[in-house]
């Protein structure tokens, strides 16, 4: 039998992590053959809510689950975790500026990429969740440098998800035959969803999405506003933030990162750039990616035309500024 991984969730009282952690401990997100122990962090604040999480998982008697370590304690939380998935972080609040937020996190990134770096299995994954999550990723990069940057990375997928979503219901085909949608750059509304290499399983063969849409107005227009604006439309829903589709994207990451894409697929991932694209080296960024082996790469060599480059570059200039901002708020 395998030996459980350590999977630690930040946050975990929270909406997304309440359903986050069931699927980890049904195997959604490293397999049904792999054990695991979870490691739920949270603040003080919300103890006992977490301590409510903790006895509805034992309830759950998931078989593949070997142990709940839940606390308050950022050390005790990052002891020997081999995947880290951070969900915690400080919400935008009605009347807080841009800087008080970003000032928050980097406080909590900052300490928390400490406990990593120090205590957290070798090789430890990193997944972040949290707004802003691209350059939360990146301060927790900064102060955690002996996590190599290959290990740190985070969520675009609910976008590349949404993508294929939106792509499947507009072509009323099955979302699984559809592939290699893109999302560039931060995971925010300047975000750039990009079909132009995705294609359609179809029984002729694989198609372009652009040329089974056929309504190049519709994918330049409605179709990207309508991924940039999923998040709002589903809070104006619900009257709550996606949460089921933001963990199980989450479960999709860490999967195909850990356990590979399937051959000819590539999926989105918010990674250190290194200068691919021409996007600048040094932003965490979401690229066109495969995984194998544990290792994930930068898919080379695709054409990108003016349209695309613009909206690459548009959202380029917005996380170089987010991070010029996390920046001033570092003492
Ligand atoms: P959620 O679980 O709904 O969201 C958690 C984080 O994920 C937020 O930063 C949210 O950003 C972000 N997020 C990223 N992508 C998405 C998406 N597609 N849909 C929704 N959210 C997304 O928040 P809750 O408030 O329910 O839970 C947060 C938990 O974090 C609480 O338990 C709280 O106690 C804890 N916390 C921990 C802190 C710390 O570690 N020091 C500090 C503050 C809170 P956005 O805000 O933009 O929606």
Known sequence: AKEPARVLVT??????????????????????????????????????????????????????????????????????????VMVGGFPRKEGMERKDVMSKNVSIYKSQASALEKYAAANCKVLVVANPANTNALILKEFAPSIPEKNISCLTRLDHNRALGQVSERLNVQVS????????????????????????????????????????????????????????????????????????????????????????????????SDGSYNVPAGLIYSFPVTCCNGDWKIVQGLPIDEFSRKKLDATADELSEEKALAYTCIN
């Open 11 to 84: 946050g975990a009282a929270g909406q997304i992590g309440y359903a986050l952690v069931p699927m980890i401990a049904r195997g959604v997100m490293l397999g049904a053959d792999q054990p695991v122990i979870l490691h739920l962090l949270d603040i003080p604040f919300a103890a006992e809510a977490l301590n409510g999480v903790k006895m509805e998982l034992i309830d759950a008697a998931f078989p593949l689950l070997k142990g709940v370590v839940a606390t308050t304690d950022v050390v005790e939380a990052c002891t020997g975790v081999n995947i880290a």
């Open 177 to 272: 035959d559809v592939k290699n949608v893109i999302i560039w750059g931060n995971h925010s509304s300047s975000q750039y969803p990009d079909v132009n290499h995705a294609t359609v399983k179809t029984p002729s063969g694989e198609k372009p999405v652009r040329g089974l849409v056929a309504d190049d107005a519709w994918l330049n227009g409605e179709f990207i506003a309508t991924v940039q604006q999923r998040g709002a439309a589903i809070i104006k829903a619900r009257k709550l933030s996606s949460a089921l589709s933001a963990a199980s994207s989450a479960c999709d990451h860490i999967r195909d990162w850990v356990l590979g894409t399937p051959e000819g697929t590539w999926v989105s991932m918010g990674v250190y």
